[in-house]
C-alpha cells in the first residue's frame, strides 16, 4: 500500500560522521520509523573507496557513483557529510532539483553559498536542514531559526571550534605551550588533519557566517567575516588576562550596529573574557554559543561541538523533521523573512580592548602616552605600570604598561596603534586584544 512505503534516503560520504549516521540508520531503524510513522529505507551510500572494511552495513549499498545516486529521481532525502565545496555543492543542487530534501553538515559549503542552496531548495520546494554544521550536537541552527524567530536577537557569541578551545584552555588550566596543546587536540582526534582551519580561525569564520544569517535574517557570507586566529596568542597573553579577571577565548561574534539602517558586524578573534562570563567556564573541546534577545534574554546553549557521534545525533534530528515534513507534503520556506542587511567593514566594530606597549621610565611619557589615545577619540578605562627587571627587559623601556579601553571602534584603535609605533619612547612591542562580555 501506498502509505507503507519507506522514505528512500542515501548518505553521501561515510567518513567519522557519515560511519555513526549509517550506524544509527540501521541499528534504530524501528525507533526512527516509530517517531517519523514511516521507516527509512537506506538505498545507498557514496563513498570514494570501495576497498575499505566498514562492518555492520550492507556492502551493496556503497557507490563509488555519488552523482547517478542523487539523480535516481525516487529519493525523498540525501545526507551529506562528505564536506569540502566540490562536488559537496553539485551533488546537493542535483539532489534538490530531483526532488529530494537535503541534510548537510557541510559548514564550508553552507559558509560560502547558503543563497545558492537555499533557493534551490525553495525552487524544488525541499527542505534544506544543517543543524550539524554549526557547533555540532548543540542544538542552535533551530533555536535560531524557530524557537527564537519571534524574538529580535541582539547579539550572538559563541566559542564553535573546539580545537581552538582545547588549545586555549590547556594553555590556560596547564600551562602547556601552543604547539604541545596542538599536538594533544590532533592526538584526541579533535582537529582537522591540517588543523590550519582550526587554529587560523577559518572553521569558526564559516560557523560565524551561517549564525550571523540566522540571528539576522540575512545573507552573510564567509568572506564578509573578519578571521583572526589564535597562532599569535602567546602565554604572555594568556597570563596577562588572568591576572586581570579574563580568560582569553576565540570566539565568533554578531551583532547589529548601533544605527537606523543597522549593518551586522561579524567576527572571529581571540577575545579576552571575564571569568565571570558563561563562555569563561567552558573548558576542553566543549563548545557554546551565547546569545542575548530583546525578549528571551540571555541564552546559553552548550554541548559537543565535534565528533562521529554527537555530530550524527544532530544529522538524524535533521532526518526525523525532514522525514516528518515530506510525509505532510511540507517543506521549510529557506528565504522568507530575509532582509538585506549589509556587511560592516571590521573598521567599524567596536570593543573595549586591552593594549600591552613597553615604554621608557621617565617624566611626561604616560601622559604623552594618554594623549596619543585622547587624540583619537579612544578612552582609558584602566592603566596599570609595572618595573621590568632582567630579561624581561628591552635597552631603554622599564616600563610595563597594561592598558584597558573603553569601548572604541577597531580604526580609532588601529589609529592609536600606528602613533604609539611612531614615538620614540615606546618600544617595539605592542599587543593587542579585544575584550567582549561583562
Ligand atoms: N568530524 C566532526 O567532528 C564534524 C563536526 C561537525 C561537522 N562536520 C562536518 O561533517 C562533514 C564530514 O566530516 P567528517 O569528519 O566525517 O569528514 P571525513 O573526512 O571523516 O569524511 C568524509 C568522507 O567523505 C568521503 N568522500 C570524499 N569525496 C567523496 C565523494 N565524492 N563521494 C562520496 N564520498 C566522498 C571521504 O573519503 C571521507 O570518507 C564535513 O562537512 C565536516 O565539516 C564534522
Ligand atoms: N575541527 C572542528 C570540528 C567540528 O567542526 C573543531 O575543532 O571544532
Ligand atoms: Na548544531
Known sequence: MAEAEPLKVALLGAGVVGSQVARILIAESATLAARIGRPLELVGIGVRRLDVERPGVDPALFTTDSAALVARGDLDLVIEVIGGIEPARSLLLSAMEHGASVVTANKALL??????????ANANGVDLYYEAAVAGAIPIVRPLRESLVGDEIRAVMGIVNGTTNYI???MTTAGLSFDVALNQAQELGFAEADPTADVEGHDAAAKAAILAGLAFHTEVRR??????????VTETDIAAADQMGFVVKLLAIARLTDEPDARVIVKVHPTMVPKTHPLASVSGAYNAI???????????????????APTASAVMGDVVTVARNRLRGASNDMQTGYTTRGVAPIGDATARHYIRFDVADRPGVLAACATIFGDHNVSLQTVQQSHLEGARRQA???ARLNVMTHEASETDLAAVVTDLHLASFVGDTIDVMRVEGH
Do not use: N, T, Y
Open 111 to 120: 559558509g560560502s553559498d547558503m543563497a545558492a542552496l537555499s533557493h534551490c
Open 223 to 232: 568572506e564578509e567575516v573578519f578571521c583572526e586566529g589564535i597562532s599569535r
Open 396 to 398: 631603554g623601556f622599564e
Open 290 to 308: 551565547f546569545v542575548e534577545s530583546r525578549d528571551a534574554g540571555q541564552l546559553m546553549f552548550m554541548g559537543q561541538g565535534a565528533g562521529g
Open 168 to 170: 586555549l584552555d590547556k
